[in-house]
């Protein structure tokens, strides 16, 4: 179906699939083909017995893998709360998690997006999508971090065990996903 629907598209168009997931063998690589790139959510909980760090961990590679091959990679994040815990449990059995600050949940996503961003990959830090109930609709606002210069990156990420760094020409980044902690360090930040 897929393999048709790539031809019916024709190539003019661009097709994304909500693919990549650490759940299944190839993490979705095995099914990436007939698509131009994936939009990715939900990959920091654990699942099929795994730990969150491992289902994340299996993830990020096939991002990057994925983004290395020419893929448009939507890397979404949200600012709330998420679960944390084994997503194939019973409900009431999962539980939920949250960020200390926004500020610290925003410098983790931006994080780990740049530990795998290629050419053709993009990043929305979100609170949902909707325009109403009340939302802050960060994905509307321009935060300050948008307009640094990050330059190339010097090279692709780095991983000892659960920690990630990445050099770009005016940033230095370090995620350590089983802390749930990242830093960037920009080298020519205009405040």
């Given amino acids: 179906m897929m393999k048709q629907l790539r031809a019916d598209a024709g190539s003019e168009s661009l097709v994304l699939a909500n693919i990549i997931r650490a759940r299944f063998d190839d993490a979705g690589l ?21 730990t969150r760090e491992d289902y994340m961990a299996k993830g990020i590679a096939a991002i990057q893998s994925a983004a290395r091959s020419g893929k448009i990679i939507a890397f979404t994040m949200t600012k709330g709360s998420y679960t944390d815990t084994d997503m194939d449990m019973e409900p009431g059995q999962s539980s939920s998690k949250e960020f200390t600050s926004p500020a610290n949940r925003f410098t ?12 053709y990959s993009y990043f929305m830090f979100n609170d949902g999508y909707g325009v109403d109930n009340g939302r802050s609709m960060i994905w509307m606002k321009d935060i300050p971090e948008y307009q640094y210069p990050l330059g190339a990156p010097i090279g692709e990420a780095t991983q000892k065990g659960y920690v990630y760094k990445r050099e770009f020409q005016h940033a230095k980044v370090t995620v350590d996903i089983k802390k749930e902690t990242a830093e960037i360090i920009w080298k020519q930040a205009t405040q």
């Fill in 30 to 50: 095995e099914y990436i083909e007939p698509f131009d790139g994936s939009y990715t959510e939900g990959f920091e909980h654990a699942v099929k017995g795994m």
């Fill in 108 to 119: 983790y996503a931006l994080a780990l997006y740049l530990i795998c961003a290629e050419p």
